[in-house]
């Protein structure tokens, strides 16, 4: 069946099938098909739509990747390996890939649909609240993201778009990193167009350098994201900066320390280890994910007290902005509220 040509053809009508059999026929499912049922997101290199299984009726997210802007063949070829490689990605703060499989020239990614946001909505929230997030709540969210990231890269899996939109929200309150990088495969015009609609906020200086990305490059990113939880903005953000300025900042890693009164010396010392130039004195992600989650335990057995504003309600800011998010995003939920570990963590 072929794949819908605008928004106007999405209904309940449209589907997408696997190219490895044939769909539903007079009413006799032969196959698996997806039934789209709205456009949900659209990013850099891809348009993403909330779909219904015939078979059994789950909820999936249906990313559509053009292959048309693609390098050559075996960029192709290369990045379809990669997408496979991911269905064998199993961890409660990843999300899952359930397949993929190729339509009418369009690669065409199956999803677990985390459906309540994504971090960036709730840094969002906070800003436009006038509050900073408590550091419990900052704990609470990264030692899921990290540890979701420490499975990726013990199955030799690099991530390469580590940012607050790419960490996607439950209505349960659980983070699953998702949306890994595709860039690096499509043609360098393909590229340079879509760099027009952001900044490289979260780029690490090789990157800047173009000296290769690897496991390390993952890491000044995620320092970069657990800043942005605290500060509410980007380490490296800054009013009326050219994109010269923001380079030559992150080269040299110049930005503000956090408030020494509101956020520990542990999560800045964190944040300081990672977002650092040299790649080999930053720490594995195993490393970030166990001192993340020693500090969440800490975090999570100290009740705030009923005068504290510091970590039960969060500090005020004088930083205007808008948005809005899921209660299941800001809520701390049940008191001692656990991460979600890997398997056989205690």
């Given at each position: 069946m072929a794949p819908p040509s605008s928004d106007a053809t999405l209904n309940d009508q449209t589907s997408v099938t696997p190219n490895t059999g044939a769909s539903q026929t007079n009413g006799q499912a032969q196959q698996v098909v997806y039934h789209i049922e709205r456009k949900i997101g659209k990013g850099q290199f891809s348009t993403v739509y909330r779909a219904k299984r015939s078979d059994d009726g789950t909820i999936v997210a249906l990313k559509r990747v053009p292959l048309g802007d693609m390098v050559d063949e075996k960029a192709r070829a290369d990045c379809i390996k990669e997408i496979d490689l991911l269905k064998s990605l199993d961890h409660p703060n990843v999300v899952r890939h359930y397949e993929s499989f190729l339509e009418s020239r369009e690669l065409v990614i199956v999803l677990e649909l985390a459906?309540?946001?994504?971090?960036?909505?709730?840094?969002?929230?906070?800003?436009?609240?006038?509050?900073?997030?408590?550091?419990?709540?900052?704990?609470?969210?990264?030692?899921?993201?990290?540890?979701?990231?420490?499975?990726?890269?013990?199955?030799?899996?690099?991530?390469?778009?580590?940012?607050?939109?790419?960490?996607?929200?439950?209505?349960?309150?659980?983070?699953?990193?998702?949306?890994?990088?595709?860039?690096?495969?499509?043609?360098?015009n393909t590229v340079e167009a879509h760099s027009l609609v952001g900044t490289p906020y979260y780029m690490s200086p090789e990157r800047m350098e173009e000296k290769g990305y690897s496991f390390k490059s993952d890491i000044w990113s995620l320092g970069c994201l657990l800043y942005e939880m605290c500060a509410l903005h980007s380490p490296f953000y800054g009013d009326k900066m050219t994109l010269y300025s923001l380079c030559r900042k992150i080269e040299v890693c110049d930005y503000p320390e956090l408030p020494a009164d509101i956020y520990s010396q542990e999560l800045r010392s964190l944040i300081a280890s990672m977002i650092q130039s040299d790649p080999a004195s930053r720490p594995d992600a195993e490393f970030v994910y166990q001192y993340a989650r020693r500090m969440y335990e800490r975090c999570a057995a100290q009740r705030p007290s009923s005068g504290s504003s510091k970590d039960a309600e969060g500090k005020p800011i004088n930083r205007p902005g808008s948005g809005s998010v899921h209660a299941a995003m800001v809520g701390e939920g049940p008191e001692g509220a656990r991460a979600r570990l890997p398997d056989g963590a205690q």
């Open positions: 459906d309540a946001g994504d971090l960036g909505k709730m840094i969002k929230h906070f800003r436009a609240q006038n509050r900073l997030i408590p550091e419990r709540t900052v704990w609470k969210y990264f030692v899921q993201v990290a540890g979701g990231l420490a499975h990726m890269h013990d199955r030799r899996v690099m991530h390469r778009d580590i940012k607050p939109a790419n960490v996607f929200i439950t209505a349960q309150g659980v983070a699953k990193l998702g949306d890994l990088g595709l860039g690096r495969f499509f043609s360098q």
